[in-house]
């Protein structure tokens, strides 16, 4: 079961990767086309600068959550760390704890409420004529990315300090 769960995390992780450097390609891409049509054709392209936008949009949300996979957030772990030892794993359980929360609050259940709103009043961007829900769901999957590592790393911490007690007693 948990070689099973690992496995599953190491897929779900890759792939959340794989999505991010895919639409970072298609943002370059789209970015140095934009650029090119205006300065050497003189004209650009009407959707390049919309296109960059969106795409800029699932870059920036789904790093964050490859960001928090990696625990490579800033915020996060600096206060945490400036924690003595014996309250630096009691901190972290607190912090993921309202990160997850947060994430579920505003990003899942806000981002998929913003999700059905513009999907339901057919919002169209206006160049590449998208509906902007589409754009928006970036919102509650970057959100549940950072819940469920959330709980991943909460588990992870108080395994930890069971054995750090397990230690402690045996020792």
Same mark, same amino acid.
């Given at each position: ?21 895919? #639409? ?14 205006? $300065? ?11 296109l ?6 699932? #870059?920036s ?6 960001? *928090? ?7 996060v772990? $600096? ?29 899942? $259940? ?8 513009a ?15 589409y754009? $928006? ?7 549940? *990315? ?26």
């Amino acid at each position: 079961m948990l070689k099973a769960i690992i496995k599953l995390k190491r897929w779900l992780v890759k792939g959340l990767e794989l999505t991010v450097i895919l #639409v970072t390609g298609i943002l370059v891409i789209d970015v140095v086309w934009g650029v090119f049509t205006r $300065y050497v054709l003189g004209h650009q392209s009407p959707w390049t600068e919309e296109l960059a936008r969106l795409l800029l949009i699932w #870059v920036s949300l789904l790093g964050a959550s490859i960001g *928090f996979i990696r625990k490579s957030h800033l915020g996060v772990d $600096y206060f945490v760390n400036k924690l003595n030892e014996r309250w630096r794993d009691i901190g972290q359980i607190i912090v993921y704890l309202l990160v997850a929360i947060f994430a579920y609050f505003v990003l899942i $259940y806000g981002g998929s409420r913003l999700v059905s709103s513009a999907l339901r009043n057919s919002q169209p961007t206006p160049a590449l004529n998208l509906q902007m829900g589409y754009v $928006y769901l970036a919102v509650p999957i970057s959100g549940f *990315f950072i819940v469920i590592f959330s709980i991943e790393n909460i588990i992870e911490t108080v395994n930890s300090l069971l054995n750090k007690k397990t230690a402690t007693s045996k020792g």
